[in-house]
């Protein structure tokens, strides 16, 4: 079945501990991107990738990593969450860009 | 002005009512757009793409006017099931680089 997951789907976690979300693929897909999702705010592109060992910043990239190094993840690093970064998180691929996105069931993350 | 807009909603329309969003974009360029369907903290699933002037697929409609930078969604026979928050997305794309902008999304409610 062609999907994207995410692990983990919740994680409540404390300020200052280092985390991270993963995210894989298995339609071959070039382009992958990660977004949260706020009330009132709607979704927010983090960061994403146009292809292996290709990333580039979102709207919202401060506090967060990524890194791509084979096509099918494109895990989202908090090197030291704070409770801003409290929100829904969701994981997209495309078969590239400009084409629709399929994503994943989403990682909800409390920070404390 | 916000790079993809919509009109929040809600909107509350008996079941069989035939109902339009529209949603505009800022930018000129923009060559794809899509229509997502998000149910309460679920995943967005693509509801249609948008390449040219327009895209039908049952009872959803979708239009793309260029000259005034909107796109809109019809959906005619509502149900009871198509209650949910609809989104609209627009890329914003440059010299090497490709994101894709959501609009705030539209609160559909159908009523018995």
């Known amino acids: 079945e062609a999907q994207v997951t995410q692990n983990p789907r919740y994680l409540i976690t404390v300020t200052g501990k280092k985390l991270t979300v993963t995210c894989s693929q298995n339609m071959n897909h070039e382009y992958m991107s990660w977004y949260r999702q706020d009330p009132g705010l709607g979704l927010r592109q983090i960061y994403y990738s146009m292809n292996v060992e290709v990333t580039d910043k979102g709207d919202v990239p401060e506090g967060y990593k990524v890194s791509r190094k084979e096509k099918r993840n494109f895990p989202l690093i908090l090197e030291s969450p704070s409770p801003n970064q409290t929100s829904l998180y969701f994981c997209a691929s495309s078969f590239r860009e400009g084409y629709e996105q399929y994503f994943g069931p989403g990682t909800r993350l409390t920070v404390t | 002005r916000k790079e993809v807009e919509q009109d929040p909603g809600p909107f509350n329309v008996p079941e069989g009512a035939t109902v339009a969003f529209n949603c505009t974009y800022s930018n000129s360029a923009s060559q794809s757009f899509f229509w997502y369907r998000q149910d309460c903290r679920k995943e967005p699933k693509l509801l249609m793409s948008?390449?040219?002037s327009g895209n039908e697929d049952g009872r959803f409609t979708a239009q793309l006017n260029r000259a005034s930078q909107y796109i809109s969604l019809l959906i005619r026979d509502s149900k009871l099931s198509d209650s949910a928050t609809y989104l609209c997305v627009a890329p914003a794309q440059g010299s090497g680089t490709y994101k894709y902008i959501f609009g705030t999304g539209t609160r559909l409610k159908v009523l018995a």
């Open positions: 948008v390449y040219s």
